[in-house]
């Protein structure tokens, strides 16, 4: 019954929507296999083998459009051509092909073609065909590379051509390396259909460095194991005067009065260039020296003079010159300059350094004006170690409280009575002579009210 839906299916299928269903399938279409290694073609059934008779073949069509039956089977046996019988492999009812070794001759076309008669379906056959590509390739050999040719050449003069080549491989592809990078599409590049070989055309500064190849296919890829070096004779090119002293404004050098400066006049070129200095006045020039240094004494120079810098490539025959002005003005040395630049920071300490010394004599004026250290030192000085410090008198307490052992202290000149250290010197007259002794001051002093009474 099952087989039977089946048919009543396949049958709907094709008269309704013209789409026929599979009783059998390949998985896929292309075979991509190695030179030397086997290949599996197998064949997937959507019906029982129990309930249908089935007569199919393996045919083998050669790229040359040559078609061989390699086997012939039913379901309960197979016939193999006797030519593949020693590398081909077939086993019914599962009708899967099994090839064995491949070469380069296995290479193309598989076709299944299937007979299925259902054995309830009397005299109704179904036909099934199924057809798979085969490629046999061979892994890439290790990469050579030719330049033409093979010495080296001028810019914009020679045409270098590349050739890439390998002893084996099939379906081989190239790609082109420049310093490892891969090189891109130029309008002086110009390829073969698998790129094996590159001409450049004409070469340019920048087509110089090492170059490799790299072959491949769908199996397997090798880069050439040593860089063959271009090298292109160019320039010069971005030529340039440069000092490292005196100061720079353009074209124009400022240096000092007597100073010895040095140019350098550089470009990029290879072989490296050959240099010509020029001095250039209103009605004349002058060569002044060959070779890329220029060693000029300012103090034979007028106010300012003007220089040719020329650079000449005896290869390429191409040239290139540079001039600038010289100008003699003062600018201090270099050492001073750079000491200025050192010390920018210098006006900010002194201000600040300033200031605390202006705050610092002002708190020391604002002292001695207020605090008169000169008093409070001699106070401290008369005043008795073991006496406390006492509460301040107005000075018309009991004299008495003053006695006590003093030195003699003679002060030069007269002062005024508001100015005396000690309250006894303020009952003094204000014109007594100052070089009175504290022997005097005391006789002064009126005896105690306890000494009268004794006498």
């Known amino acids: 019954m099952e087989a039977t839906g089946r048919i009543v299916l396949y049958l709907l299928l094709v ?25 599996l073609l197998p064949v997937e059934t959507y019906f029982q083998l129990d309930d249908a008779e089935i007569q199919g073949t393996w045919s083998h069509t050669t790229t040359d459009g040559v078609r061989t039956t390699l086997v012939t089977f039913t379901k309960d046996s197979a016939i193999t051509d006797m030519t593949y019988r020693d590398y081909i492999v077939f086993k019914v009812p599962n009708m899967t092909l099994l090839i064995r070794e491949l070469n380069q001759h296995d290479e193309g076309d598989y076709h299944l073609n299937l007979n299925i008669e259902f054995v309830n379906q009397s005299g109704l056959v179904f036909k099934e065909e199924r057809t798979v590509r085969v490629t046999v390739d061979v892994p890439v050999s290790t990469p050579v590379i030719k330049k033409t040719p093979s010495y080296s050449v001028v810019e914009d003069k020679a ?74 004779y160019y320039g010069p090119y971005n030529l340039e005067v440069n000092s490292d002293q005196g100061l720079r404004t353009g074209e124009v050098f400022t240096i000092n009065p007597g100073e010895l400066v040095f140019f350098h006049c550089q470009a990029d070129s290879n072989p490296p ?23 000029v004494l300012s103090y034979r120079l007028a106010q300012a003079e003007e220089y040719l810098c020329r650079a000449f490539n005896n290869v390429t025959q191409k040239q290139d010159e540079t001039q600038f002005t010289l100008v003699v003005a003062s600018l201090g040395t270099g050492k001073e300059k750079h000491t200025q630049d050192d010390n920018s920071v210098s006006p900010l ?48 307490e009991d004299a008495t409280e003053d006695f006590g052992i003093y030195e003699f202290v003679a002060i030069p000149g007269r002062m005024e009575p508001a100015q005396a250290s000690c309250r006894s010197l303020a009952r003094l007259e204000s014109t007594q002579d100052m070089h009175t002794t504290i022997y005097d001051v005391i006789r002064h002093v009126p005896e105690s009210p306890g000494q009268s009474l004794l006498n």
């Open 15 to 39: 008269l309704l929507t013209d789409v026929s269903a599979h009783f059998i399938d390949i998985p896929s279409s292309i075979y991509p296999s190695i030179e030397g290694t086997s290949l």
């Open 273 to 295: 260039n050959s240099y010509v200095w020029i001095s250039k006045s209103r009605n004349a020039t002058q060569i002044i020296t060959e070779g890329p240094r220029l060693e």
């Open 159 to 232: 045409n270098v051509t590349w050739t890439c080549s390998v002893e084996r491989g099939t379906r081989v592809v190239f790609q082109w390396f420049r310093d490892n990078t891969p090189l891109g599409v130029s309008d002086r590049y110009h390829f073969s259909k698998d790129k094996s070989t590159l001409l450049i055309s004409p070469v340019k500064k920048e087509d110089k460095g090492s170059y490799r190849c790299e072959a491949r296919n769908p199996v397997s890829r090798e880069k050439s194991r040593a860089a063959v070096d271009l090298t292109v």
């Open 349 to 396: 300490v002194v201000i600040a350094v300033c200031s605390l010394f202006i705050i610092g004599g002002m708190l020391l004026i604002f002292f001695r004006k207020n605090c008169h250290p000169k008093r409070v030192l001699m106070r401290i000085y008369k005043r008795p170690i073991s006496d406390p410090r006492r509460p301040h008198r107005s000075g018309h």
